[in-house]
């Protein structure tokens, strides 16, 4: 429905926001800012350390992947290290790295997992919330309007029905004034043709008995 592209549009965008984050958490965190002297051995092996900052040196020992050291001293491509034993070592600087390695750093992933993806459930949650209730709201508009429009055509049939009985009433009347003009014409006319003829006619009698009076 287009009424409900800005809320999809943002919850796509939060959703987005939220995964890249995730991505940032499980990828290497080069920008985190290493503690002063700790440091991790690589995830990637289990390396030999040494006596001393050569090849030349002698093998003493090796410390595990990811392992947490302090790093003392650097010389060369070796950096003297303190493992968790209290010895001193070393062990190239390529195989040390500034962030804790993966074993230790995936609890503490999966921790902020589970928090974003809750997050995100709860945002998911609200926004379908919200979806729906301005579906519901478009719904009951869509409703009032159209009862609106079915009252409005019922009135403009209602209306078109008393125009037609007015034009009709106002022919009826028109020919009822016609007939009545009509015979106030006819009343009138024979009045004044009665009014002549006896105007004529009354004369006509005065003069004959006139001449009646005269013969006696």
Do not use: C
């Not at 309007?145 to 079915?150: A, P, Y």
Request: proline share 4%; hydrophobic share 35%.
């Amino acid at each position: 429905m287009p009424d409900n592209q800005p809320a999809s549009l943002a919850l796509t965008t939060l959703r987005g926001g939220l995964i890249s984050a995730l991505i940032a958490l499980a990828a290497p965190a080069h920008a985190e800012a290493p503690a002063s002297d700790a440091r991790w051995v690589s995830d990637s092996l289990s390396t030999y350390v040494r006596s001393g900052p050569t090849d030349g040196h002698r093998i003493v020992g090796t410390l595990k992947s990811g392992q947490k050291v302090t790093l003392v001293a650097s010389q060369g491509n070796y950096s003297q290290v303190r493992g968790q034993s209290g010895d001193l070592v070393w062990i190239l600087t390529s195989d040390l790295q500034a962030v804790p390695g993966q074993n230790e750093r995936l609890p503490q992933l999966d921790a902020q997992v589970a928090d974003l993806s809750g997050q995100l459930k709860h945002i998911d949650d609200s926004w379908k919330n919200r979806v729906q209730g301005m579906q519901e709201t478009l719904d009951s508009r869509k409703a009032l309007i159209d009862e609106l429009e079915t009252r409005n055509k019922a009135l403009n049939e209602q209306l078109e029905q008393s125009q037609s009985t007015l034009r009709d009433t106002q022919a009826r009347l028109g020919d009822e004034n016609k007939q009545v003009m009509m015979r106030y014409m006819v009343y009138g006319g024979s009045i004044a043709g009665a009014g002549l003829l006896a105007g004529l006619i009354l004369p006509a009698l005065t003069r004959g008995r006139k001449r009646n009076d005269r013969w006696f």
